[in-house]
Structures are given as C-alpha cells and as structure tokens.
Nanobody
Framework: QGQLVESGGGLVQPGGSLRLSCAAS????????MSWYRQAPGKERELVAT????????NYTDSVKGRFTISRDNVKKVVYLQMTSLKPEDTAVYYC??????????WGQGTQVAVSS
C-alpha cells in the first residue's frame, strides 16, 4: 500500500518562503505523476502544481506561477514544493497526491501552511 507523508508546513509572514516535502513509499515513485493540492477553510481542494514522472514537465495554477516551484528526486522518492513571496491567500492545508494511469491514487495527510503577520 502506497504512502505519502508531507512535512515542512508552518507559520510564515507575508513575503516569506517555505519548502514543503512529500516522502513516498510503497509504490513505484519514478513512474508516478505527482501533484500538490491545497484546501483553504471553507473552500474546495484545488490543484496547485503537477510534475511529470521524469520531472521534465511541470504545470501550475495561475495564482502561484512565478512564486512556487515543484520538483522531485526520484532517487530519494520525494516531491517538493518551494513557495516564495507567500501571501495570506496561500494559507491552506497542502496535500500531495500520486497519480498513475491504471493504478490507485494516493493522498498524503496534509501539512498546514499559514501566512500571517
């Protein structure tokens, strides 16, 4: 059974930075598309960024383009989300997700990010 464990969340001031990590186990990480989602209080979960299995292709939602960077290490089996120029509206629980055609999706338990002065 696959498992994803996020870490790196916390409280940061507006304009600050955080790096989230998502450690994977129990599945073939190098063949999986990995994504970061977030869910703010009272809102639906939204896709933030996606990275292809090789890391060659990345995509971002418009609100984070130029501020967030998704990356992965297929040897360490970790996906990262580097967040810079954080805004209060980035406050949410951040989740990583594994997607692979023909296989089950996996979600992590989430890590809280709070942006506030």
């Amino acid at each position: 059974q696959g498992q994803l464990v996020e870490s790196g969340g916390g409280l940061v001031q507006p304009g600050g930075s955080l790096r989230l990590s998502c450690a994977a186990s129990g599945f073939t990480f190098s063949r999986s598309v990995m994504s970061w989602y977030r869910q703010a209080p009272g809102k639906e979960r939204e896709l933030v960024a996606t990275i292809s299995s090789t890391g060659a292709t990345t995509n971002y939602t418009d609100s984070v383009k130029g501020r967030f960077t998704i990356s992965r290490d297929n040897v360490k089996k970790v996906v990262y989300l580097q967040m810079t120029s954080l805004k209060p509206e980035d406050t949410a629980v951040y989740y990583c997700k594994r997607t692979r055609t023909g296989f089950n999706d996996y979600w992590g338990q989430g890590t809280q990010v709070a942006v506030s002065s």
